[in-house]
């Protein structure tokens, strides 16, 4: 069983309570006896979280006029879902950094939202020299054990993918990872019925080359900290889709030279968080 690992500790978390989303971007919440505008970072639907007088956990922020707090995690289980996808590519961060990810192993981070055709790809890494593109992307729907990605029909998670699969084609490294943010999850796999499209994009890029990564944390509301759980979830992509599989380039070395620096959190606000060892 993986090692139960602490990567960073919320400051100062509230209890609060859903009361319904307003828009994409912020959500109505209840704490103590009054009501709040709280900015949400996760897009995703979250229909099975944003029910009236859930449970969830929220921080305060300092946005005079638009949201008082951030709506972070979700009660699931005892434990919490973290849906804030800023504090999910902090745990990805942080896990990098402080080599948690086994298959990350000399690995360290070049560039943020680096250019790749004509999209923008969350990380550009160097692997012992070796230029290395990887996206994340937040995977918070269970069934089951699973977690899933997405909840709803992703043109910009489709084109991320085709722009990975392109580059895997050259024989240039890239990774997909899916940050499965529940607790007691056993596995990722992608939500055929949310978008087919996505789904079947997913095995091809697979059987071109692109690794498909899951990572299992969540939030602990008792001690107020993030933990990895699983550094390397199982994929499953279910029955295969008969197609021949394409030939993969071999490896194209292209080198970077890493910044220096340390981390730079991913989370855009004035909070602290405080890492584990």
């Not at 103590?32 to 099975?48: D, F, I, V």
């Not at 019925?193 to 059987?207: I, M, P, Q, S, Y």
């Not at 910044?259 to 606000?269: K, Q, Y």
Request: some cysteine; aromatic content about 10%; overall charge positive.
């Amino acid at each position: 069983m993986p090692e139960l690992v602490k990567l960073f500790q919320i400051e100062d978390p509230l209890e609060c309570r859903i009361r319904e989303r307003l828009n994409r971007f912020v959500v109505l919440i209840a704490a103590g006896e009054r009501e709040y505008r709280a900015h949400l970072t996760n897009t995703g639907r979250l229909s099975e979280f944003m029910i009236t007088g859930q449970r969830a956990f929220c921080f305060k922020t300092y946005h005079p006029g638009t949201t008082d707090f951030r709506l972070f995690a979700i009660e699931e289980h005892g434990l919490g879902a973290l849906i804030d996808t800023w504090l999910q590519m902090t745990a990805f961060e942080v896990a990098l950094n402080s080599g948690r990810i086994p298959w990350l192993a000399n690995c360290g981070i070049v560039k943020r939202n680096a250019q790749l055709g004509a999209s923008r790809i969350d990380y550009l890494l160097t692997c012992g020299g070796t230029a290395l593109y990887l996206e994340v992307k937040s995977a918070v729907l269970r069934e089951g054990t699973y977690a899933l990605y997405p909840d709803c029909p992703s043109e910009r998670g489709r084109k991320h993918i085709r722009e990975l699969l392109r580059i895997a084609r050259d024989g240039v490294q890239a990774k997909l990872v899916f940050m499965a943010a529940l607790p007691n999850v056993t596995a990722f796999k992608p939500n055929r019925g949310a978008d087919l499209e996505l789904f079947e994009a997913l095995k091809v890029a697979r059987d071109s080359g692109v690794d498909l990564k899951a990572l299992g944390l969540y939030y602990h509301p008792d001690d107020a900290w993030v933990y990895l759980y699983d550094p390397e979830l199982p994929v499953s992509l279910g029955t295969q889709s008969g197609q021949s599989k394409i030939h993969k380039a071999p490896l194209k070395k292209v080198y970077y030279e890493q910044e220096s620096g340390g981390l730079h959190t991913a989370v855009h606000t004035t909070r602290r968080i405080t890492r584990g060892s």
